[in-house]
């Protein structure tokens, strides 16, 4: 099969490079869109990744080369006009819950580094500053831990909370038999924000949960608690947690994912002046805030996975429509 590849870095032409397929990779450095989509002409799928944009033009401009293949190496498909790929006759793959413990363990990592100022200290050490005033964090021992969203990440992530001697809280739309044999309690939204020292969002993204974290549901959080993102960016409303962090509602927020990502994510700027994007800029000056650029999943063990995963379902898609084919021509 051959493949068009978009967004490609050099760290996935390596691990693609790397592995022996039967399929004919080209990597395309840039971004989907309806313009870019032309280096798709002659191929037989698409593989994406979660900034790129695959929406009804560019839909229109892959059934024009007959593309029925989008496959996303993401674990959503929030990028994706599912709608117009109906439409246009073209099949979605995705990779849910392919590295729940990379994402986790990046989250844990956002949450200890916010608690004990490790940026901030790191910062004052390397211009000689040794001095502790204004460091000081929690235990996270004892401490409550809400969990929106209780998927493959989801329970990861509680997995490491637990070890830290954390009591776990869990909103969930889908009822989960196993959360009170592992310890958990199965909450309302309300009560986890009400109750819980730090809020984690591991849900997925449509539209019941856009926003789910806003003005309204953060005046309900428990002062001083800590929110961390690390699954999709427009689970939150940035304005109102910067205003939330300012006044006090919130004690710190540390994100993976931003709303607006995709102008800006995996791209290098001279400065960070050059980010034109004010609601960005106030995140990334904020002393309050952790921000890291979509690389949660970004582990070897992840990229590992995340590359067979993506050629065994290839090879899947293309043994079931040859064999569509065989049993049309008998």
């Known amino acids: 099969m051959k493949v068009a590849f978009f967004s490609a870095h050099a760290y996935d032409i390596a691990y693609f490079e790397g ?42 401009e892959l059934n024009k080369m007959g593309i029925r293949l989008i496959m996303v190496r993401a674990s959503g498909l929030d990028n994706v006009d599912a709608h117009a790929a109906d439409k246009a006759g073209v099949v979605l793959k995705y990779l849910p819950g392919y590295s729940p413990q990379a994402i ?9 580094a916010l608690n004990r100022n490790i940026h901030l200290a790191h910062e004052r050490v390397c211009k000689g500053d ?26 990861a992530f509680a997995g490491i909370m637990k070890g830290f001697g954390c009591h ?21 939204l309300s009560d986890l924000l ?13 539209d019941t949960s856009k926003a789910i974290i806003n ?44 709303a607006h990502e995709s102008s800006f994510f995996y791209q290098t700027f001279k400065s960070a002046a050059e980010v034109n994007d004010p609601v960005l800029q106030a995140l990334i000056r904020h002393p309050r805030v952790l921000l890291t650029a979509h690389q949660a999943f970004f ?19 293309e043994n079931l429509t040859s064999g569509s084919a065989d049993r049309l021509m008998i």
């Open 19 to 60: 592995n022996q397929s039967s399929h004919q990779f080209t990597f395309i450095k840039e971004k989907l869109d309806p313009v870019t989509a032309r280096h798709a002409e002659g191929m037989d799928a698409i593989c994406i990744a979660a900034t790129d944009m695959a929406d009804e033009a560019v839909m229109t």
């Open 299 to 317: 582990t070897r063990e992840a990229m590992q996975q995340m590359t067979r995963t993506v050629i065994n379902e290839l090879t899947y898609h």
């Open 168 to 188: 776990i809280l869990v909103s969930d739309t889908k009822q989960h038999v196993n959360i009170t044999h592992n310890d958990m309690q199965l909450v309302s």
């Open 130 to 155: 040794f001095s502790i005033e204004g460091l000081m964090g929690f235990n996270l021992y004892n401490k409550t831990v809400g969990i929106v969203g209780i998927g493959r990440v989801g329970y």
């Open 215 to 258: 003005a309204q549901t953060l005046r309900l959080v428990k002062p001083g608690a800590f929110l961390i993102n690390t699954a999709r960016g427009k689970l939150v409303d940035t304005n109102a947690v910067l205003e939330a962090l300012d006044k006090g509602f919130l004690g710190a927020y540390g994100a993976d994912v931003y």
């Open 104 to 112: 986790a363990e990046h989250t844990a990592a956002l949450l200890l």
């Open 194 to 206: 009400r109750k819980s020292d730090i809020i984690s969002l591991h849900c997925s993204l449509n």
